[in-house]
């Protein structure tokens, strides 16, 4: 297995950013850059990975506020989320009040993902699904060969996604978790954007939200 990844908690939000790179290149990614991103370039430094773009689930504040500075640093172009998403990315300025974030300026990246849609780090694949309801323009990202995904704020262990903001969806969000997180399989382990890692046969069987069948004591 050629793909590796260290989760790096960041912002006050203890959002799971993940530096993810292939072992054979030591080409990376960074998923999810919400901020603390010296922190974030300790575990490149550490590992001497080639960082060759960043990626974003969807626009929120603790997800993206890292992002413009990081790129800018890096010189590395910006990928994702979905274009449904652009609303949220500029109205980042607004966002870091309502978070209580450090100011970020509205951002626009260099390349919008679509469903279907892969991603390349070095010899390993990506693939993207658009997965709305949380944000209309959330995706997630899918690595087959180690049965990884990286799901930032469509599911949590035992929980779902907020879908109380602008353009939220719960129908949307649930059908996105079963239609497209669990035909990927029972044993992916997924990466949330808060909190522990879990498998998505673990959740059909314990989340509230989504398991297949609730109990009928
Ligand atoms: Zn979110
Ligand atoms: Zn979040």
Redesign the pocket.
């Known amino acids: 297995m050629t793909l590796r990844y260290q989760i790096v908690p960041v912002t006050a ?1 203890q ?1 799971n950013c993940s530096v993810i790179w292939c072992d054979e290149t030591r080409h990376a990614a960074i998923v999810d850059p919400g901020g603390d991103i010296q922190r974030i370039m300790a575990v490149v430094n550490e590992h001497q990975l080639e960082v060759k773009q960043l990626l974003l689930t969807h626009g ?1 504040m ?2 993206v506020g890292g992002t413009p500075d990081l790129a800018a640093q890096l010189q590395v172009p910006v990928i994702g989320p979905h274009k449904d998403d652009a609303f949220w990315l500029q109205a980042l300025p607004g966002q870091g009040d309502m978070f209580g974030f450090p100011r970020v300026e509205a951002f626009d990246p260099d390349q919008w993902l679509e469903d279907g849609d892969t991603v390349t780090i070095g010899n390993q694949t990506l693939a993207v699904y658009h997965t709305p309801g949380h944000t209309p323009g959330h995706v997630i990202f899918f690595n087959e060969e180690s049965q990884t995904a990286w799901v930032g ?1 469509v599911l949590f262990k035992g929980a779902i996604g907020r879908t109380d903001f602008p353009k939220g969806n719960f129908e949307q969000l649930i059908a996105a978790i079963k239609g497209k997180l669990w035909p990927l399989g029972n044993d992916v382990i997924f990466i949330p ?2 909190g522990e890692r879990s498998t998505f046969g673990r959740e059909r069987v314990s989340n509230p939200f989504v398991a297949d069948e609730m109990p009928l004591y």
Do not use: I
């Open positions: 939000f959002q929120h603790d997800h704020d954007g808060h």
